[in-house]
């Protein structure tokens, strides 16, 4: 005994003496590093997220799962208001006035995908007034004077409209190419945002502000989302999107 508080001091230089005993301790030691090196391995990834002016047929890669919920809400936040940052780059502006700005989507849909917004802050369709009547009308005639600027010499065909519950804040008309040729088109919920009835037509709504003075949207729309995949120029059923990728080049304009 070396002194009253530390009987065991003793005995534990005797034990440490022991070759099995020793390995079995560096062992231990080493397999707790390692889970700590695995457990931390993810956080050091690099992002994947496309960036402002790179290559539109990459497309975003959701972060870890395992990323704790107030990461995860902050991100979220971020990115729903990623249009406003958008809007004020030079790069990704197409074309611009003293009341819009006319920017390409940063995961594309289709081969030609635009969105264009007002300079005012308007925050969604629930927003909009009569008074935002002319303003509707002028981001409709820029869309269209983007796709034949742009497009015109192409056999596509296009639809300019608006989601019904929009996933970006800021108000922003969608003007898209029906070839829906694109990298970025992953999933259901993709592909019938913009082929059911979730996707509201700019005439659409134009026209229903200037009756009802402002835009209505029914109930039930998340549920649009959901839909099986059909195709939106024959209306034949696929099982995928793979398969309704390929069923795709059918209808494209030669």
Known sequence: ??????????????????????????????????????DAAPEAEPSTALQPGSNSSQCFVPPNKETDASTKKESLGHWSQGLKISMQDPKMQVYKDEQVVVIKDKYPKARHHWLVLPWASISSLKAVTREHLELLKHMHAVGEKVIADVAGSSKLRFRLGYHAIPSMSHVHLHVISQDFDSPCLKNKKHW???????????????A?????GRVTVRDGMPELLKLPLRCHECQQLLPSIPQLKEHLRKHWPE
């Open 1 to 38: 005994m070396v002194n009253e508080l530390y009987p065991y001091i003793v005995e534990f230089e005797e034990e440490a003496k022991s070759p099995g005993l020793e390995t079995h301790r560096k062992r231990k030691r080493s397999g707790s590093s390692d889970s700590v090196e695995r």
């Open 192 to 206: 019938n945002s913009f082929n059911t009835e979730y996707f509201l037509e700019s005439q659409a709504v134009i």
């Open 208 to 212: 229903m502000v200037q009756e009802a």
